[in-house]
């Protein structure tokens, strides 16, 4: 999962300390998937051994085994409750889902994407609070599809900054997306409103689109990628960054027509969407210097809009107790 680092004007725990942050929350992940994958198992075997009890009632009442059966299967599951119960006596950190909420998942596949569905969760409130600050969310973002791709879909190692608001000249500015993978940054901007749609590009401060038998005129994305690169290379130059900036335009579900386009802009519509996301997808590379360095620099001039809460009292649900202990 990409690593949500910056959302709108919200506190972020990356701010405090980016260069612990991002393998914390691996680490982290990596063991509650752990977790959560064992007491799924667990339950299931639960399941199954009540299922032979039923089955051996069945078949051996008559015979006078049942007690003796029936407390083989006690004196075994009193065992690794114990066993299960010193383990979570070891584990640092409280579980971040509820359980009861898993049980009836039936196949691991629906495990995990639960469990991803749960983390997605986890991650807008990550990025939303630390731990003696949380800043008011905004309830679409629990709901936000876009925000939802690119965290389920991306790789560890990619950074997400979703319409980060940046102080600049004492001046706010909301940027689109901006996505950090360890080789480059990616401006990102979406023409996705009706499906299929063919959006006409030009150089003007208006494009048209078409859906049907209607038109309508849409802003130039362009000039949102431009203002971001504009923001980004100034950053990156006071800060002696030195880290690639790429700019894309994206529709999942319509057209692009714009083939008198500046050169150093992708046109990334449905019928080059799966090919570039394949492409970033498979990115292999881990989180590099200069892409925490640019992060850091975009990190510092954000906008933070936050109040303190009582110390130690923590949201419900939370499970990075850890930093508690740190």
């Not at 990356?14 to 959560?36: A, C, G, I, N």
């Amino acid at each position: 999962m990409a690593q949500l680092i910056k959302l709108q004007d919200y506190i972020s725990r990356y701010e405090m300390d980016l260069y612990k942050y991002p393998s914390h929350f691996v680490r982290l992940k990596k063991q509650q998937w752990q977790k959560t994958r064992g007491q799924w198992e667990h339950s299931r075997l639960e399941g199954i051994e009540d299922d032979m009890v039923e089955e051996v009632e069945e078949d051996v009442a008559q015979a006078g085994m049942l007690y003796k059966i029936k407390s083989m299967l006690k004196r075994q599951k009193e065992e690794e409750e114990i066993e299960e119960e010193a383990d979570v006596q070891r584990q640092e950190e409280e579980s971040l889902f509820d359980m009861e909420k898993l049980y009836d998942v039936q196949h691991m596949d629906e495990l995990k994407k639960k469990f991803l569905d749960q983390l997605f969760h986890f991650q807008v409130k990550w990025a939303s609070s630390t731990i003696r600050e949380k800043s008011y969310i905004d309830f679409k973002y629990f709901h936000d599809e876009r925000l939802k791709f690119f965290l389920q879909r991306f790789p560890d190692s990619f950074m997400l900054l979703y319409q980060p608001i940046l102080r600049l000249k004492n001046a706010p500015m909301e940027l689109d997306i901006i996505l950090l993978t360890p080789t480059e940054a990616w401006c990102l901007t979406f023409l996705e409103e009706e499906d299929q749609a063919v959006y006409i590009g030009s150089a003007e401060r208006f494009w048209m689109k078409r859906y049907g038998e209607k038109e309508a005129k849409v802003l130039s994305p362009v000039l949102s990628l431009n203002r971001m690169e504009v923001v980004m290379k100034q950053l990156f130059l006071q800060c002696d960054v030195d880290f690639p900036i790429r700019k894309a335009i994206i529709s999942r579900n319509g057209f692009i027509d714009y083939p008198n386009g500046p050169y150093d802009l992708e046109v990334i519509d449905e019928r080059k969407f799966e090919e570039w996301f394949t492409r970033l997808r498979h990115m292999s590379s881990p989180l590099k210097n200069m892409q925490l360095r640019a992060a850091k620099s975009l990190l510092d001039v954000g906008q933070t809009t936050s109040f303190r809460r009582p110390e130690w009292e923590e949201d419900e649900g939370f499970i990075f107790k850890e930093e508690d202990s740190e």
